[in-house]
């Protein structure tokens, strides 16, 4: 009896081949996708889309050419409790915040995963680059094999459990071989544009989403310097990010940069490029797929696609994980992803909460 496989389609290449490859390894495939929100309610471009509306069509007619059963599974409030609403607090807080990890989390690898054991599949499939391997110790996630797409980084929340029943066919794949065998098996969206940016803001405006779906104006406060000099006027605290420079719509003698932000003081504190650096974060919700020894080095990233660095961690006693960097880092941001790595191997992930 062939074992049965879920496979989540976005409607995008990767999905579709993911989907493709499943089958060819001899599972019964029956292809699903979430449908997370209404394309009129974010004026949302189909060039631009993840799991909207004309991308169920996409998905759907590539299920229809595999041969495939294919399901809609209409997920609309709980990606708006778990992940936009999230998404809304994470910046009131004055965070930036990761919504692909959150959606991962609880839409892909829980809410999906709980409808794949109700349908009796023995894996859950998606179009991630990224690897997973097994030995006498369990089950390891790693990186892809193509550097430049491995998105290793926003599934280092997956368990144990979730690893041993999911599978990613792409992980030892580059992208141009992916489109290749879209092509060769006539997909038409094997050269469709891979979707951009957050899939339920199309047009990147954080504010405007944020005030609309709030109903709440962002209140201008004061920019502050490192002396405490009140030296402009922001439109917004949730409008910056750290680090920032562009935008600020300030005259000074030297550039300045965004270094921390103050909801409860509806301050953003500037400062120059130096004051950016530093070389200790905590985390918190940390989620470990590996073990580490004491004083052991391991590399750690703070964003996605960002280079990682070398870096000693330490679990506190209320098990915040505090991560101290042999370099300092630039602009560390509060509520983005810190993923540790041994060579190819997710240590583990939580979600940074101070730096120092």
């Not at 059963?69 to 990761?98: A, L, S």
């Not at 932000?261 to 974060?281: A, H, Q, R, T, W």
Request: net charge negative; with cysteine.
């Amino acid at each position: 009896m062939s074992k049965k496989a879920l496979i989540a389609m976005s409607g995008g290449v990767d999905s579709s081949v993911a989907a493709y490859l499943m089958k060819e390894a001899g599972y019964d495939c029956i292809g699903v996708t979430m449908k997370l929100y209404d394309n009129e309610d974010i004026g949302m471009e189909r060039e631009k889309t993840c799991c909207s509306l004309s991308d169920i069509e996409d998905a759907r007619s590539v299920a229809v050419k595999l041969g495939i059963p294919y399901y809609v599974f209409n997920f609309k409030d709980d990606f708006k409790e778990k992940v936009i609403d999230k998404f809304i607090h994470c910046y009131q807080c004055g965070m930036t915040p990761n919504p692909c990890i959150e959606c991962n989390r609880h839409l892909k690898f829980e809410h999906l995963y709980h409808r794949a054991k109700a349908l009796q599949c023995d894996v859950i499939v998606t179009g991630h680059y990224a690897r997973i391997t097994k030995d006498e110790s369990g089950y390891h996630l790693l990186k892809g094999v193509d550097d430049s797409k491995d998105q290793s980084y926003v599934l280092y929340s997956l368990t144990q459990e979730q690893l041993a029943h999911t599978c990613f066919p792409l992980g030892e794949y580059s992208k141009d071989e992916i489109r290749r065998i879209a092509e060769e098996q006539g997909f038409f969206n094997a050269n469709k544009k891979d979707s951009q940016d957050i899939c339920f803001i199309p047009d990147g405006d954080y504010r405007k989403f944020i005030e609309e779906t709030t109903g709440k104006k962002s209140v201008p406060g004061d920019f502050v310097n490192q002396e405490g000099e009140v030296v402009g006027t922001h439109k917004g605290y949730y409008s910056y990010t750290i680090g920032q420079r562009k935008g600020l719509g300030i005259s000074a003698p030297k550039p300045y940069y965004v270094t921390e932000i103050c909801p409860e003081e509806n301050k953003v504190i500037l400062g120059s490029n130096e004051d950016l650096f530093k070389k200790c974060l905590k985390a918190d919700d940390f989620n470990w797929i590996e073990s580490v020894k004491a004083d052991e080095v391991v590399k750690a990233r703070i964003r996605y696609h960002q280079a990682e660095k070398d870096a000693i961690v330490k679990v506190l006693s209320d098990g915040i994980v505090e991560v101290n960097f042999l370099e300092p880092q630039r602009a560390i941001t509060k509520g983005q992803a810190v993923v540790l790595y041994r060579g190819d191997t997710v240590v583990g992930g939580g979600t940074i909460i101070e730096s120092r």
